[in-house]
């Protein structure tokens, strides 16, 4: 069994059988690299030792891959809270930290993921939130009070009739009435609120002080410049250059968006998909944003045992890719006041967003 990390993650029970199996034998933190094919019947897997980065290889008859799963967030054009794993973290009413959007079902952070929890969710969800007018996805054609007797009468709130912003979800996460403040064009055309766009203002600081927690507070730093920095720009300033062996607005947004990708591949999270050059400024924008605050909530998560195991690339990831971001985010800036269209000072220090905001 080949596994990242330096423990399982298996519940002890299935651990102890596992590790009492003569048949399993276990290599911890270690990724396989390649698969090679010897003949018929054999073949050997490259396996790359994550401590020390050395490469050998196991010869053997089969494998089983177990890739795991990842949530299908980013398809909501919302960014929201998520744990080291990219499950949404609620309140135990399945309220998002976004107001008026609720996560339930398997896209939601938990423990055990079932048929029961999910509906349960979605019960607990639609039962505490009534009065808000939050129905999870069922129940605006079932439409009835569940404490009504016989069912047969409609709460006041479920009357109202509904503005559905979008609901598309891994996991049924349902987007609900009262999450649109302001028309910000996103993924696919998707609406973003004022308070999904990420960063508005710096997040509150940790509770304490810890090696992830600061590194969190990087890329928080991070996400907060790029976000001001890109505010207010339209598809039309992406070309923008000012000398011609300078990169575009275009190309600084992309080159930032592989930093923080090169980044999170740092801190041990999966692989991230390329953004496209030709995609909007408001797909570019939330891409960029929706990385940077998963990279935040990734290092704040890591205990210090996990940020050693994954050193150097720990160290590179700060001097390399995120102090190359804080640059590029600065050019960004330059560009924009040499183009006559400076976007408003925001208070860098303090981490508030510009006056009047
Ligand atoms: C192999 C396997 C076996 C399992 N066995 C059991 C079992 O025996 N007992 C048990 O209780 N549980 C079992 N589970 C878990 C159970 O299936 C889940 O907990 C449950 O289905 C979660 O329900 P959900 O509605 O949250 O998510 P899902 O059932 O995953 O539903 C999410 C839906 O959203 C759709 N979707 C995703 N992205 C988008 C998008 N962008 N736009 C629109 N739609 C989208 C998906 O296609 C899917 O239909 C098993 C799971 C797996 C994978």
Redesign the pocket.
Known sequence: MVHPFAQLQANKEAQARAFENPRLRFLLEHEPRAFLRHGDQDMEVTVENLRNHTTSGLRTRGVFIFVG?VP?VP??GVVLERDTGGYIVTDETMRTGVPGVYA?????SKPF???????A??TVAAIANLEGAVVA?GSRRAGRHPAAPGGTRRHPALRRRLTWIT??????AALLPGAHTRSVAGPGGRSMSKETVPFYKIPDAPPHVTAGAILGRLADSVGFRFRWASEGMVDTDLPYKPAPDCMTHGELIVHIHDLLATSSKNAGMPAEGPLSASASVSEMTFRVLDLCARLSARLKAMPDTDLAARVPAIWTMINGPLADCLTHIGQMLSWRRLAGAPPAPADLFRGLPPAGR
């Open positions: 799963f299908n398809a909501l339930v079902g398997d896209v939601r993921r079932q048929i029961t929890t999910a509906t969710d979605g996805e609901l598309a979800a891994y996991g049924r």
